[in-house]
C-alpha cells in the first residue's frame, strides 16, 4: 500500500508554533491531506503523542511517537518510536538531560499541552527548544537501545542541522534516514556531502502553522500500516520501501 506521511509536525508545546497547532487540529488537516502516517515531533518533549494518535485513529491514520531532540551539539534530529513504553522512556531521558532553563513566553513563545477540547491542562516551565546534554552518538545510541528510530532533521539548513553544526555528517553516526528540505535536491546534497551510498533520504513539513501540515511529504510503499514496516522501508528489509526522494 503506498502511504502519505508527514513525521515532522510541531504542536503548541512547541514554543516556535502557532496556538492553532492543536492535536485536534493536526488531525483534521492530515486528513483533508490525505496522510496516512504522522508524527507530533515537538522540541525536546512526547506529550502530545498520546491525545494526537487517539484522534489519528478515528481517522483511519496512523500516529508515531516522536521528538525533534535537540542535541548538546545544537543539532535536530527526529526520534520516533511505536509504543507507549518506549514513548514513555524517550521522555524520561529527555527529561533527564535537557538543559534546564526557565522559559520566557513573551519571548520564546507558551509551551502548553491541552486535551481534545482544547482546553490547557499544563504548561511547560523550561524551555523546550534547550539543548540536551547528550551527544548526537549517544542520542542516537539511546535511540536505537529501545528500538526506535534515529533521523538527522533538515539536513541541508543552515541551523541546527548536523552540516551546520559539524560541517559533514559523520561516517560513525548511526541514523537509520537523512530528512532533507524542500528546498534542496538530493543529488546536489551528495556532492557536497560525503554519505554512506546506502542512505535513505525522507522530507516533512517540518510545520509550525496549520497549512503546512501535509504540504510536504514522502510516500511509502508499505506491506501495511505499521511502525515494524516503515523502519523496515527505512533500513531496506521486508517488502516495504521508501518511494524516491529526488
Not at 535537540?70 to 538531560?97: F, G, K, M, P, S
Not at 504548561?123 to 551527544?135: M, N, P, Q, W
Request: aromatic letters at 8%.
Amino acid at each position: 500500500m503506498i502511504v502519505k506521511a508527514d513525521l515532522h509536525i510541531h504542536s503548541v508545546l512547541s514554543p516556535c508554533a502557532d496556538l492553532e497547532m492543536s492535536p485536534v487540529n493536526i488531525v483534521t488537516r492530515a486528513a483533508q491531506m490525505g496522510l496516512a502516517l504522522i508524527a507530533v515531533t515537538d522540541h525536546n518533549c512526547t506529550l502530545h503523542g498520546p491525545l494526537t494518535r487517539s484522534l489519528a485513529a478515528r481517522q483511519g491514520i496512523y500516529c508515531l511517537f516522536g521528538a525533534e531532540v535537540n542535541t548538546r551539539e545544537e543539532i535536530h534530529c527526529l526520534c520516533l518510536v511505536d509504543t507507549e513504553e518506549q514513548r514513555l522512556a524517550l521522555q524520561d531521558y529527555i527529561e533527564q538531560n535537557i538543559t534546564r532553563i526557565p522559559n520566557k513566553p513573551e519571548v520564546f513563545g507558551y509551551q502548553v499541552q491541552v486535551n481534545e477540547q482544547e482546553e490547557i491542562v499544563q504548561e511547560i516551565d523550561y524551555l523546550l527548544h534547550a539543548a540536551l546534554k547528550r551527544s548526537i552518538d549517544e542520542v542516537a545510541g539511546f535511540v536505537h537501545g529501545i528500538g526506535g528510530v534515529f533521523i538527522p532533521a533538515h539536513v541541508d539548513r543552515p541551523k541546527y542541522s548536523v552540516t551546520s553544526q559539524l560541517g559533514f555528517v559523520p561516517p560513525s553516526l548511526q541514523y537509520d534516514a537523512l530528512e532533507i528540505s524542500k528546498n534542496s535536491l538530493v543529488e546536489q546534497f551528495r556532492k557536497s556531502n560525503p554519505i554512506k551510498p546506502n542512505t535513505q533520504f525522507i522530507r516533512n513539513s517540518d510545520s509550525h502553522f496549520i497549512h503546512q501540515v501535509g504540504s510536504t511529504y514522502t510516500e511509502y510503499d508499505l506491506e501495511n500500516l505499521s511502525f515494524k514496516c516503515f523502519k523496515e522501508a527505512l533500513l531496506g528489509q521486508g517488502h516495504s520501501s521508501v518511494l524516491p526522494v529526488v
